[in-house]
């Protein structure tokens, strides 16, 4: 059996810059695996070089459960 540990500590920043390049790359659902991540432990804001679009898609499904946004899908693009 492994002696790694079950937690590890990282730096909000290198969070921010894994979801970055992980949504970027398409791995929607590893991506949203950090995202939930982060929120739940606390998360405000993405860090360095975000635009609106990224920001929005990050906190998309948290939007969505805590029901205070709905998002409807239409040829493409998010209403």
């Not at 909000?12 to 894994?18: D, E, T």
């Not at 979801?19 to 590893?30: C, F, N, T």
Request: glycine share 6%.
């Amino acid at each position: 059996m492994s002696d790694n540990p079950k937690q590890y500590k990282l730096d909000s920043a290198v969070l921010s810059m894994i979801w970055v390049a992980l949504h970027e790359s398409g791995q929607e659902d590893l991506a949203q695996v950090v995202a939930d991540t982060m929120i739940a432990q606390g998360c405000e804001e993405l860090e360095g070089d975000v635009g609106p679009l990224q920001i929005l898609t990050f906190w998309k499904n948290h939007l969505e459960e805590s029901n205070l946004v709905s998002f409807e899908q239409d040829k493409g693009k998010i209403n």
